[in-house]
Structure formats: C-alpha cells, structure tokens
C-alpha cells in the first residue's frame, strides 16, 4: 500500500497530494516528508498542499454537519441514547470550549475521533470563522510536525504511520464499542 503510495506521489507530485491527504493524511503527509528528504519534492510546498487537503475534509464534515447533522443525530442518534437534550448539551459544551476542543482534536488527530468532532463543530454551528481559524492553527502544527518526522526520520515513517494506525483504530473500536453498547440498552429497554 505505502509503495503505491509513494510511487503515485513520486508521479503525480503536488496534484496527487491534495486529493490524497483528503482522504488520509497523516500517511500523505509522513511520505511527502520522505520524499521531500529524498529531493523528490519541495518541503514547503509538500507540506502546504497536505494541509490544503485536509483542511478540505475538514470543511466537508463541518458542511454535513451544519447542513445535514441534526436530522443523522435525531434520526439514528436515539438508538444511540442521543436525544435533543444531549444534542442541546453538546452543543453548550462545544460553544464555552470550541477553541480547546477544535485544537486538541486537530493536534491529537481525534484519538480516531476526529471526524465525528468536526461533524459534531457543525451540527452546534460553531461559527465557520471560528472553526477555521483553530482548525488551520492545529493542521499547520499538525502537518508540520507530520512532515517534519517524514522528513528527519525517512524510512521510518511506516513505523510512525503503525503507531499512528493503531491509536487510531483503538479509539475507533472503543467508539464502536459503545454504541454498540448503547444500541442494546436502547433495544432492551424497548423490549422491557
């Protein structure tokens, strides 16, 4: 996987890079650095489009959030124990907290729970101004360290990347876990 990766990147440069980093781009970003290392691309520019990439996913899940989020929580959330007062308190919480929440979820890749934070930033109607700004502070942080490792530590990158992959899919089962568990409780109390 990392080998075509790479050799798309190695092809299609700066215009793959954006697109790629849409869709995953801690790993985009790990390669870019080692290409960079390598002279195969510029660092500053690797860096810059990754971010533009992410950044681009970021507003997609804030714009199906804001535009499509209430009715997805509302509609699938009550098997889930999400009803219109935890929506309301989320809401609160994101309001008083947005710039700290926004940061860390930026600057911890989420724990695997990124998206469901961005989404969620769009549903409150964080104000997009706002989101952006701690959005674009965190990806600039996170890409640049992401990049730099790529870049000092080159071949290492898919070590970094496993670390990575696997933070991540742990948060993502701990989360599956719980609505999973919330699904059963919902259902059993249904049953009773």
């Not at 681009?56 to 009803?83: E, M, N, Q, S």
């Not at 640049?144 to 990347?161: A, H, K, P, R, W």
Request: net charge positive.
């Amino acid at each position: 996987m990392h080998g075509t990766l790479i050799s798309l990147v190695i092809d299609y440069k700066y215009a793959f890079l954006i697109p790629a980093a849409f869709v995953e781009g801690h790993v985009i970003a790990l390669i870019a650095g080692f290409l960079a290392r390598l002279g195969y691309l510029n660092l500053f520019l690797a860096g810059a489009c990754v971010a533009f990439g992410n950044l681009l996913g970021d507003v997609a899940l804030y714009w199906l959030g804001y535009h499509k989020g209430a009715a997805i929580a509302t509609g699938w959330g009550r098997y889930f124990g999400i009803t219109e007062a935890s929506i309301k308190r989320v809401t609160r919480i994101f309001n008083m907290h947005k710039s700290h929440i926004l940061l860390t979820s930026k600057l911890t890749n989420g724990f695997g729970l990124a998206m469901a934070v961005l989404f969620t930033a769009g549903i409150t109607r964080i104000p997009f101004r706002s989101y952006m700004f701690w959005n674009v502070l965190g990806e600039i942080m996170w890409t640049g360290m992401l990049v730099s490792l790529g870049f000092f530590l080159g071949q290492l990158y898919t070590i970094i990347d496993d670390i990575v992959w696997r933070v991540s899919v742990i948060g993502v089962l701990v989360t599956l876990g719980i609505l999973a568990l919330r699904l059963i409780m919902y259902h059993n109390k249904k049953c009773l």
